[in-house]
């Protein structure tokens, strides 16, 4: 896309930094890691919503930093059960793990210094960590506050600084807002934004395989709040998703910015998925069995009827006119 054609937008993508020759932050060693090593707490990203921690999991002579969200710090919402934010974003790991792309970064369910929590494997540039033996007590001041010691906030979700460009530090764009009404060869259109200007802006979304594929898995999960922000690029081509603590959610709650492929036909590798994925949600499945421990057995159902539906349609889904279909904001 030319330079001439882009409106200075707040940046809409991450580039994480190499992880030489560690395992793949979405494989099942980085989960065993995650599940059986000892977590300590680094520091503190203080612009998320809900609280949210940097860590580091040491498990067997592996250094694996982390995100960690305590279900204490999760503030209430209106719309979904108190206390389960952590449960849902483990269980859209599952899901992903399940469907073979791995766009979700290990995360598991587990005890912490602050009690039972989320913790996901960090993707993106490792903050400065507090000095040895800050982070002990979350209330008294001495973790360290990283969320401006980063590229962003990587699994946090939380603030981004303004951009000139929406280019990643790999030359990698994936979204943009762009001048006229047309989106232009290789990207796909999301609808109208207004960037405060008498010129009409247009935001869209690279014609991208990893992003379509991501696209099926927010239908599956029903995620609410799909935002540029929590889209995590690596220079070997990598893409991961952050942020599913709003899905899964027994009504019609999708919210993107990946809505480029509304009303297209699924590709033939994403009815494969989905079929596998289907048979993988029969009762007494592993997978089943494992998704009734994080949610309901309501939104096990509706999981399942979502999937029913996509293959019924063998569509994308189209908008539902029933709620916001953009977060706000969407980055």
């Not at 903050?127 to 980063?150: C, I, L």
């Not at 594929?213 to 690596?234: E, F, P, S, Y």
Request: hydrophobic share 35%; aromatic share 4%.
């Amino acid at each position: 896309m030319p330079a001439s054609e882009r409106i200075p937008a707040r940046r809409m993508s991450r580039t994480a930094a190499e992880r030489g020759p560690a395992s793949s932050p979405a494989s099942e060693e980085t989960r065993t890691h995650l599940a059986l090593g000892t977590l300590s707490v680094r520091g503190q990203i203080r612009e998320a919503s809900n609280a949210v921690l940097f860590g580091v999991v040491e498990h067997e002579g592996r250094r694996v930093p982390c995100v960690y969200k305590p279900v204490a710090g999760e503030r209430p919402l209106w719309d979904f059960p108190d206390g389960t934010l952590a449960q849902r974003e483990v269980a859209a790991y599952e899901i992903s793990r399940a469907t073979g792309w791995d766009l979700v970064p290990a995360t598991v369910l587990r005890a912490g210094p602050y009690g039972e929590g989320m913790c996901q494997a960090w993707v993106g540039p490792q903050p400065e960590e507090a000095p040895s033996g800050d982070g002990d007590d979350g209330d008294d001041g001495d973790t360290t506050d990283v969320a401006d010691e980063t590229d962003g906030p990587g699994p946090a979700g939380g603030a981004e600084e303004p951009a000139e460009s929406e280019e990643t530090d790999g030359g990698e764009e994936l979204l943009a807002i762009v001048e006229g009404g047309e989106p232009g060869e290789g990207w796909k259109a999301v609808g109208h934004v207004d960037t405060g200007t008498a010129r009409p802006a247009l935001l869209v979304h690279a014609d991208d395989a990893r992003l379509r594929r991501l696209a099926v898995i927010d239908a599956v999960v029903n995620n609410g709040d799909r935002k540029g922000g929590h889209l995590l690029t690596l220079p070997t081509g990598e893409l991961y998703a952050i942020d599913h603590g709003v899905t899964f959610h027994v009504d019609d709650k999708l919210r993107t910015l990946l809505w480029g492929w509304a009303g297209e036909e699924l590709t033939a590798e994403a009815t494969a998925v989905l079929r596998r994925l289907s048979a993988a949600l029969d009762e007494g499945e592993p997978l089943a069995v494992r998704l009734s421990g994080l949610i309901t057995e309501a939104e096990l159902e509706a999981l399942r009827k979502r999937i029913e539906g996509l293959l019924s349609s063998g569509r994308h889904p189209l908008p539902s006119g029933d709620w916001p279909a953009i977060p706000w904001p969407p980055v």
